[in-house]
């Protein structure tokens, strides 16, 4: 598996960006697939963002036009850009990745989250 860690959560006013970081361990291009989900109190886990090996991406409606993930193989990075921020997406968000090497694009490695809090 690979050992994921989240950075760049924080504190911004609604209109704002932030932008997360997810370093892996061990090289991001043996990752298949790679995404962004995000958790708010009381509510279940969802997808945001994912983005493939190829470059193809996946936006939830609720970020489309928004967000914007993209990954850095040679530093073994994935980004999601986050602007015109709502208090709506407060969140816990968490990277995740599939298995090296693996054709199936499931998550199985998860960081720890970084939070994203949106004051209005």
């Known amino acids: 598996q690979v050992r994921l860690v989240e950075s760049g959560g924080g504190l911004v006013q609604a209109g704002g960006s932030l932008r997360l970081s997810c370093a892996a361990s061990r090289s991001t291009f043996t990752l298949n697939a790679m995404f962004w989900h995000r958790q708010a109190p009381g509510k279940e886990r969802e997808l945001v963002a994912r983005i493939t090996n190829g470059g193809s991406t996946y936006y939830a409606d609720s970020v489309k036009g928004r967000f914007t993930i993209s990954r850095d193989n040679a530093k073994n990075t994935m980004y999601l850009q986050m602007n015109s921020l709502k208090p709506e997406d407060t969140a816990m968000y968490y990277c995740?990745?599939?298995?090296?090497?693996?054709?199936?694009?499931?998550?199985?490695?998860w960081g720890q989250g970084t939070q994203v809090t949106v004051s209005s």
């Open positions: 995740a990745a599939s298995a090296p090497y693996s054709a199936d694009v499931r998550p199985v490695s």
